[in-house]
């Protein structure tokens, strides 16, 4: 079975410091592994996603994460934080085995001005 | 790319009375469709899965009478849930894989139901 950790279910940051949101997973098999941001009555949109090719992934609105097997973790960052991204944060791993998600508890990301 | 819809965003309904969700790929064809819930401040909780054609897969404790699902079309899925009541109330939101990007889902927008 997998599973995903998310440390930290709320994170705070000043706006233009460094976001770091922490996300572990376990898995028997090599996983995907996905961040996704929702924004408050919205659905999910996909940040970016590891599978399996580089190690550090580019995502959209100057995120990245870094994949590292021996620490089963896909921490996701961004050097300078924005007030728009104030969010909640889910991170998600995916098995070869099957298309189904399991998903951390999600951070919410707050940034004072 | 990639767009998924739903509809409606907001419903408020009765108790005792049924309600319809949609969710539509917009722009490319889904062949597996998923259903979540969210309660207020918690992750989701898959529902059901869902291919064209095919008996949804529910999950462990999820009611299949209750909450019935279609996928009739390789874009569209429909939730319905049947004799609401107010546990029922919760964010409703739908995800797509393509057929090309099986291991991607790309989520829908939600619907928030709310059930008196």
């Known amino acids: 079975a997998q599973s995903v950790t998310q440390l930290g279910s709320h994170v705070s940051v000043s706006e233009g410091a460094l976001v770091l949101l922490r996300c572990n997973y376990s898995?028997?098999?090599?996983?995907?592994l996905f961040w996704y941001v929702q924004y408050p009555n919205q659905g999910l949109q996909l940040l970016l996603k590891?599978?399996?090719?580089?190690?550090l992934v580019k995502g959209i609105n100057g995120f990245e994460a870094e994949f590292k097997k021996s620490e089963t973790s896909f921490h996701l960052t961004k050097p300078s934080a924005h007030m728009s991204d104030a969010a909640e944060y889910f991170c998600?791993?995916?098995?070869?085995?099957?298309?189904?998600?399991?998903f951390g508890g999600g951070t919410r990301l707050m940034v004072k001005p | 790319g990639a767009v998924v819809s739903q509809h409606p965003s907001r419903v408020i309904c009765k108790s005792g009375t049924s309600v319809k969700i949609e969710c539509r790929s917009l722009?490319?064809?889904?062949?597996?469709m998923f259903w979540y819930r969210q309660f207020p401040k918690q992750s989701l909780m898959l529902m059901a899965t869902?291919?064209?054609?095919?008996?949804?897969?529910?999950e462990q404790g999820v009611e299949k009478d209750k909450f019935l699902i279609n996928h009739a079309s390789l874009t569209l899925s429909t939730l319905t849930v049947t004799s609401a009541h107010p546990e029922d109330s919760s964010f409703y939101i739908c995800?797509?894989?393509?057929?090309?990007?099986?291991?991607?889902?790309?989520f829908g927008p939600g619907t928030r139901l709310l059930v008196l």
């Open positions: 722009d490319f064809q889904a062949t597996t």
């Open positions: 995800s797509a894989s393509r057929e090309t990007v099986q291991e991607t889902q790309y």
């Open positions: 869902s291919n064209e054609g095919s008996k949804a897969t529910y």
């Open positions: 898995s028997s098999v090599p996983p995907y």
């Open positions: 590891y599978t399996s090719a580089a190690t």
């Open positions: 998600a791993v995916r098995t070869n085995a099957g298309n189904m998600l399991t």
